[in-house]
Every structure is written in C-alpha cells, then in structure tokens.
C-alpha cells in the first residue's frame, strides 16, 4: 500500500566536475601548471559520475580477501579485490597520479599531479599504493643501478595487476614495509635482519607489523645489515618467477581505508637488494617519506573539500521551518566556516606541491621551505579534517548518519591521514628537528609568511606571535603542537591574504588568527561577507 509521498529529500550529488573548484584551479595556474587544466576537469567530472562513485561505494563494501594457499594447498599470498577497485586503480595509474611525474620534463608536472590526486576523491584506500609509488622513485634512486631498471616502469602510465617477476611487467607499483610491533614509527628499533650473500643480495628475516598494498610489485623496506638500519628493494616476485618469501599472515580490520589492504608480514629468508649505503635507512628513505606527508595533505584537503561540497549541497536542496536550508543563517555560518577551512587547506596543499615541483629541479630554497612546512602542514591540516568531516555529516542529519549517504565513510577516513607517516606528536617533534638541523628552514618559512607583511593587521599579530613562541627553547618540545599548530597558521593566513577570495581571508583572519580560535565550527562573527564564500563550495550539478 501507498502510505506516504517522498518528498523534501536531497537528490544525489551527482554530474558534477569535482575540479571546478576556485581555490584548486588558482593554485594550478599560480603554481606553474595551468597547462593542465583540461586533463584535471576531464578527470573531476568523472569522478563526479555515478559510475565511478560507484565504484568507490563496492570497493569499501566488498574490502580485499587475502588468500594465503591455493586449493592443493601451495603458499600463494594473494590478496583478491572485487572489480570496482582495478577500475578505480586504472583511473588513476593512466592518469599518471602515480610515479608519472617523475617522467615528465614539463615545469609544474607534480603540481598537475597533486591536482589530479585531488580531484579524483572518489576512494581514499586506492590512493595508497598510488601515493606510495609515486614517493618510491626518489628513495630507489639512491641506487642507480636498480632505479634505471625499475624507474620506468614505476613512471608508466599503465595499470598492470597480478604477481609476476616485476621486469616482465608492463608497469609496477610500489610499497613500504617498515613498521614493527615494538617500534612503530620508532624505525630505529625494528629488528629485521639484513644479511648479505656474495651475489650482491640481502636475504631478510623477521616481521613487518603495518605493510599496506601488499599486492604492489616492490616493496621499499628497512633492516638491520651489518653496518646499521639499512634501505633495501624487496620485490613480491623473483626474477626467476618464484614467489620472494613474504608471508601474508593477515590483513588489518581497520576503522577506514577498507577498500586498501593493510598487512602483517613475515620475511623467510625474502630476497633483497640495497638501496643506498648501509647504515643509512633513515636518510634513503626520508624523501619517500616527505612525499607521502605531500599525499597526505592532498588527502585531507581533498576530504575537506568533499565534506563541505556535500554539506552544501543537502542545505541547498533540503528545507525546514519554511526555508531552504541554505538560507538560514546559522547553517550559513556552518557551511561559511568549513567553506574557509576546506579552502586555506587547498591554497596550502598547491603551495606544497609547488614547492615539490621546484625542488625536484633543484631550487634548494624550496627545498629548505618545502623540508619545514611539508611537517607544519601535515600536522595541521590532518588534524583539522576529522573534526570538519563530523561537522560536514551533522549538516545531513539523521540522512548523514546513514551508510547510504557516503558521510560516514568520509569520517572513518578523517583520521588516518594525521596517523600515516608520523602521528600528530611525531610530525610536530619533526618540525623542531628540522629547525635545529637546517635553521634556513625557518628563515625562508617566515620569508615566504612575511611576503603578506603589512596587508592585515590580524596576520601580522600572528606572525609575531608565531615568532615569539622560540623565545623559550627550554619548553620548546612541551609546546611543540602550538608551535606547529602557530606556523601552519601564519602560513595559511599568508597565501589566502595574499592570492585567495578576499571574503575567505577575511573570515581565515577573523577566526584562525584573532578573537575566539577554540570554537566549534559556525562561529564566525557578524559582519562578514559569508554570501561568496557558500557560493564557492556549492556544487553545480547537472
């Protein structure tokens, strides 16, 4: 029987070009890859079809299976995915969101790509194996030798699955395995032993607590060889064809990501080939690390920009009490804040990444800038998004509480982000670090905040504040989370004063950098021009 009629109910956000985003494509154009344009729209408006959110939707829904034997009961480690997930993975490999950059002379190639990663926010958990493929090549270039064999087929452009001996392959992707139970990001206390035979090889025993993507080609891992913490290739496969001894023992049941699998391994004797000098681990695999931080600001800022596009989206077309919801001014005050918040995390992800590009050409300024505000950054911005992903879901109600509204989803993701590559305390004693090492880092850090000097009042106070807080080095570490949290403040304050819509600097500078900061968001003050900011975050559908 007809009981009722459906009405008032949100239509799906769907036909819409995820690129088409002002604070993305200005930042595009000012960082040097405005060439690129048409190949980011081309992929924002399929990652706005119902197909491709589609298959972000099965891929979480069916997560991976690990097979650890086959039916005659031979050793396989094998992790099985359902369809959705190859689809996305070929979406992203053939538009070069993973080691293509590292091919491509063209100046702004890692801005186009940081981009495109951006736009394609269909799935996070695929994003893993791309990201780590795409910090790979700089580490294994360590080792000549290996990298003139393996870099090009981490750069092709093409999505080849299934285990076979990595050189036969059309195309590879790449992995970490570093973590350890008893060290965690502790690195310096794994206890994988590394020995060498006369051929040139390593030959590695012990566990990996945390290894994602297991199903990637090569894996870049850390031991202990002889002389200390060393780097080394391990790949899924022999040369000969014979499965390499990395012993799948299970796949993680994790809060998010569940489209990616995440592993603990055991290596029995696992073939290995050195990168970089013995004793040197940490330093070869640094820049993996670096880059993969990039990828996480791109994530969460991606996240942000998902959140408040749907949030948006169900005020437009949602009423209560008599009017849209849109149209109310507390929800305007909501959808204003997340607006500027999703914003000054995508001016400064484009930034990075314009930083990236410049010192893969060897601007060792952009070097020392990227090398500090990389760690500001990805402690700040990730840290930001779990508390804007719930704000974006109680937009939707009781409709964003539901599996079907994609909101909870995007929650279970939020936090990952701060926890991969260096939790909040580690990113954050990282800064320090990297301050007392190379004092330029924060010499051209403040060079580029001060190139806003005098055109806010509200920043310079900031500014100067964030300056005075290495007065005290004595409880320096103690406040390590508010130094950090001060820098990426000043910082993003900076580029939005500077090149963003000058209604979301004023809100940034309102609320971020003066009067109440603690607030939750929706609390910005009277008399700001909220009308510009809503409409920049406000889809257009087909």
Known sequence: MTTHEVFNQVPPLEGHDLADDAALLDGLDREGAGWAAAEVHELGRLAGTARAQEWGRLANEYPPVLRTHDRRGHRVDEVEFHPAWHELMTVAVTSGLHGAPWADSREGAHVARAAKFYAWRVDAGHGCPVSMTYAAVPALRQAPELAARYEPLLTRSE??????????????????????????????????????????????????????????????????????????????VLPDGALNPLRLMRLKDKLGNRSNASSEVEYENAVAWRVGDEGRGVRTIIEMVNMTRLDCVIGAAAGMRHGVTAAAHHAAHRSAFGRYLIDQPLMRNVLADLAVESEAATTLMMRLAGATDRSVRGDEGETAFKRLALAVSKYWVCKRWPAHAAESLECLGGN??????????????????????????????????????????????????????????????????????????????????????????????????RHGHPAVADAFCATRLAGDQGGAYGTLPPGLDLAPIIERATPKTA
């Not at 982000?417 to 909040?424: A, D, F, Y």
């Not at 990297?434 to 106070?461: H, Y």
């Not at 570490?477 to 304050?493: C, D, F, M, N, T």
Request: charged letters at 25%; hydrophobic letters at 45%; aromatic letters at 8%.
């Open 400 to 497: 964003g509480y539901v599996e079907e509204s994609g909101m909870p989803r995007l929650f279970r993701e939020s936090p990952l982000n701060s926890i991969w590559e260096g939790s909040g305390n580690v990113a954050a004693l990282d800064i320090l670090r990297a301050i007392v090492k190379n004092p330029q880092t924060i010499e051209v850090f403040f060079d580029e905040v001060e190139r806003a000097a005098g055109a806010d009042a509200r920043l310079d106070a900031a500014v100067r504040e964030a300056k005075d807080s290495f007065t005290d080095l004595a409880t320096a570490e103690l406040r390590a989370r508010r130094i950090a949290e001060r820098l990426a403040l000043v910082l993003q304050g900076s580029l939005l004063v």
């Open 159 to 236: 999505y080849d699955f299934g285990l076979r001996a990595p050189l036969t392959k059309n195309a590879l992707l790449a992995g970490m395995s570093m973590t350890e139970k008893q060290g965690g990001s502790d690195v310096r206390a794994n206890t994988t032993e590394a020995t060498p035979r006369t051929d040139g090889t390593y030959r590695l025993v012990g566990h990996k607590w945390f290894t994602s993507a297991p199903m990637c080609d090569v894996f870049l891992t850390l031991a202990q060889a002889p002389g200390g913490l060393t780097c080394f290739l391990v790949p899924r």
